[in-house]
């Protein structure tokens, strides 16, 4: 294992930091790529390099399958790699023809990649959205499109819609056992407001009329104020098989909404009253909390990690912690809350909760620093209580990326963001949305290691 080259940020405190931090678990794994960080390209011939990262699920064998979009010369398509735990593409990821680990999915129009699931037989189920359409795909375990769904259209996708929306999108998926596959999402109700769904779906595509409150499906309107505009995140998934879906909700400002299901769809009543719960930061007389990320502890609590402004702070990282009641967890930090930044503007992107109870967080800082300016991404972990876990990182229980610092050393204007983090056979895998060069945009996925074996029972993706 190596340990992660410290850099120059307030340099006196961060001396002290390092010199500590030689000891200290999630710093990067030499054995994968290039010091624990691999460089994902999708570069179009036309000379268009901006490939943007969105989703990361790990297989059961270690690999990792990475989700973004490419663009071409004339739209956006999406890209789809699987890595090997070497860090290298896997050359048997080749539905496209070519060995080169990487396939590109296109479509008539912009697809825009909004989630990504593994089924229970290796089968690869990706979400888009194109011109309005909420679309699905189901590729062969190698990318390819020989094993499209049943009575696909628009090429192999099928599309799909709430009935009586007038618009319907897609945020994510998370494959079950069995092969089937929840979706999550928002849709437009025809009075003007939004509202959450969660679908579950055969590993053909159909609707499992076996769940939800209608036929396949289960609507989620909160309704606080006049603009009844409630938007979907997230999900995860419970051991005991309980879903979580979170997003943000309007209500004069904007809160954080949770909402839970039973795993057949119905809403949880026991989960405060109703299933649903509303929590908030509120600190100034504006505030705009936006859940973004969740995960399900191995007690069955659930963290939620979101990004709070208001008029007196910059944007903080705001995670809070429910029991399975849907009331806070007092023994977590403020009474259930906690906030968290790095310099300054600090926002969440993805979350993991690992076997023993801690919680890890990926995400994004700005900073005036000369060799990070303007936006770092960062991985972090927390102790169960909320409490920054110091054993953990280079900085402060944090280690920071410098995917765009290749061969200078004090450039400008590069951008890093945290994306999504997942765990396997005692790894840490982040993924980040990479500024290598400008204008030069890339997927960049980086290891780290650790001396606790997760249980991937509790394994989250966002």
């Not at 001396?15 to 000891?23: D, G, P, Q, R, T």
């Not at 909160?222 to 209500?251: C, M």
């Not at 908030?280 to 963290?303: E, K, M, Q, V, Y």
Request: with cysteine; glycine share 12%; aromatic share 10%.
């Amino acid at each position: 294992m190596s340990i992660f080259r410290c850099r120059t940020i307030a340099a006196s405190v961060l001396a002290v930091a390092c010199a500590a931090a030689w000891a200290n678990e999630g710093l990067l794994d030499s054995a994968f790529a290039t010091g624990g960080l691999a460089r994902i390209s999708f570069d179009d011939p036309s000379g268009t390099k901006a490939d943007h990262a969105r989703y990361l699920v790990m297989q059961p064998n270690g690999m990792a399958l990475v989700l973004g979009s490419m663009a071409t010369e004339t739209q956006a398509n999406v890209a789809l790699a699987r890595i090997r735990t070497n860090g290298t593409p896997d050359p048997a990821f080749n539905g496209d023809g070519d060995s080169d680990g990487k396939v590109v999915v296109g479509f008539i129009g912009t697809l825009d990649p909004r989630g990504m699931a593994l089924l229970s037989d290796g089968r690869i189920v990706v979400a888009g959205k194109s011109a309005g359409l909420a679309l699905l795909t189901r590729r062969a375990a190698n990318g390819g499109d020989t094993d499209k769904f049943p009575g696909a259209s628009f090429g192999s996708f099928i599309a799909f819609a709430i009935p009586g929306a007038s618009a319907t999108e897609f945020v994510g998926l998370l494959g079950l056992p069995g092969g089937k596959f929840l979706a999550v999402g928002t849709f437009s109700t025809l009075a003007g407001g939004e509202d959450f769904f969660v679908a579950r779906f055969t590993s053909d595509g159909v609707l499992d009329t076996g769940f939800g409150a209608q036929p396949g499906y289960t609507r989620i309107g909160f309704d606080l104020d006049s603009s009844k505009s409630d938007q979907a995140a997230a999900l995860a998934l419970a051991p005991d098989g309980r879903i979580a879906v979170v997003g943000t909700v309007s209500e004069s400002d904007n809160e954080y909404g949770i909402a839970m299901l039973q795993s057949g769809g119905a809403p949880d009543d026991s989960f405060d009253g109703d299933g649903k719960a509303v929590v908030n930061f509120d600190i100034g007389l504006t505030s705009n909390d936006r859940a973004t990320a969740a995960c399900f502890a191995p007690d069955g609590t659930l963290l939620v990690a979101g990004n709070v402004t208001d008029s007196v702070l910059d944007s903080v990282v705001g995670l809070i912690l429910l029991s399975k009641t849907g009331s806070l967890v007092s023994g977590f930090e403020n009474n259930g809350r906690r906030r968290f930044d790095i310099f300054d503007n600090t926002g969440a992107a993805g979350v993991a909760c690992t076997y023993d109870g801690k919680f890890l967080l990926t995400g994004t800082f700005d900073t005036t620093a000369s060799d990070l300016t303007p936006s770092e991404a960062f991985v972090t972990r927390f102790l169960s209580d909320g409490s920054s876990d110091f054993t953990f990182g280079s900085f402060f229980a944090t280690t920071i990326f410098g995917f765009n610092r290749p061969n200078t050393t004090a450039p400008t204007g590069r951008i890093d963001r945290g994306v999504a983090i997942a765990q396997s056979s005692g790894l840490i895998y982040a993924l980040f949305d990479v500024e290598y060069q400008s204008p030069d945009y890339d997927f960049g996925l980086a290891r780290m290691a650790i001396d606790h074996i997760f249980d991937d029972d509790f394994e989250q993706v966002e």
